[in-house]
T-cell receptor, first 109, second 113 residues
Framework: GENVEQHPSTLSVQEGDSAVIKCTYS??????FPWYKQELGKGPQLIID?????GEKKDQRIAVTLNKTAKHFSLHITETQPEDSAVYFC????????FGAGTRLTVKP | NAGVTQTPKFQVLKTGQSMTLQCAQD?????MYWYRQDPGMGLRLIYY???????DKGEVPNGYNVSRLNKREFSLRLESAAPSQTSVYFC????????????FGDGTRLSIL
């Protein structure tokens, strides 16, 4: 089955800096790659997703890039704010969705 | 606009007890899922229901059963709880199975002593 690895496990940045989280997947047939943000005591919330026919997608301060050849995809957050502090999960899907282990992002004011 | 609602939010059980976790969605979604979340391991799929009337095993189904009661409701049952089932359980739903955004509830925190 699909295996998703996510790095780093923790990330600390200063407010205003950029943050990058990277994921790799094992099954080249995977064709849907969502990113979720999970705040303390809450369920994961979808923040952005990308499909395998697209290389990059942006939504305001958030962007995702996909390299199908290398089988990796990344989340980029620019101009980070304290409210961006949360745990972020990547996932890859053919049919079942497999999640990475998560990245705890801390944005210091 | 409730989305996905899970009950209860917290529960403590003794080893060997049984319990059912409830989940309901109001988005008219066809597919529903149960995940468990353990520290450092992300979300792992327990069971899913691609459409009303069908259920299938996910990555970690042992010790669990599910029922798709109707299009809105999908329950998860622990017949004989074990300490290894201490976890946070999330229910999710999506419009259709496969390659669709999933919408999650806020979880049930379950401790088994």
């Amino acid at each position: 089955g699909e295996n998703v690895e996510q790095h780093p496990s923790t990330l600390s940045v200063q407010e205003g800096d950029s943050a990058v989280i990277k994921c790799t997947y094992s099954d080249s047939a995977s064709n849907y790659f969502p990113w979720y943000k999970q705040e303390l005591g809450k369920g994961p919330q979808l923040i952005i997703d990308i499909r395998s026919n697209v290389g990059e997608k942006k939504d305001q301060r958030i962007a995702v890039t996909l390299n199908k050849t290398a089988k990796h995809f990344s989340l980029h957050i620019t101009e980070t704010q304290p409210e961006d502090s949360a745990v972020y999960f990547c996932a890859a899907s053919i049919r079942d969705m497999r999640f990475g282990a998560g990245t705890r992002l801390t944005v210091k004011p | 606009n409730a989305g996905v609602t899970q009950t209860p939010k917290f529960q403590v059980l003794k080893t060997g007890q049984s319990m059912t976790l409830q989940c309901a969605q109001d988005m008219n979604h066809n597919s529903m899922y149960w995940y468990r979340q353990d520290p450092g391991m992300g979300l792992r799929l327990i069971y899913y229901s691609a459409s009303e009337g069908t259920t299938d095993k996910g990555e970690v189904p042992n010790g669990y059963n599910v029922s798709r009661l109707n299009k809105r409701e999908f329950s998860l049952r622990l017949e004989s709880a074990a300490p290894s089932q201490t976890s946070v359980y999330f229910c999710a739903s999506s419009g259709d199975y496969s390659n669709q955004p999933q919408h999650f509830g806020d979880g049930t925190r379950l401790s088994i002593l």
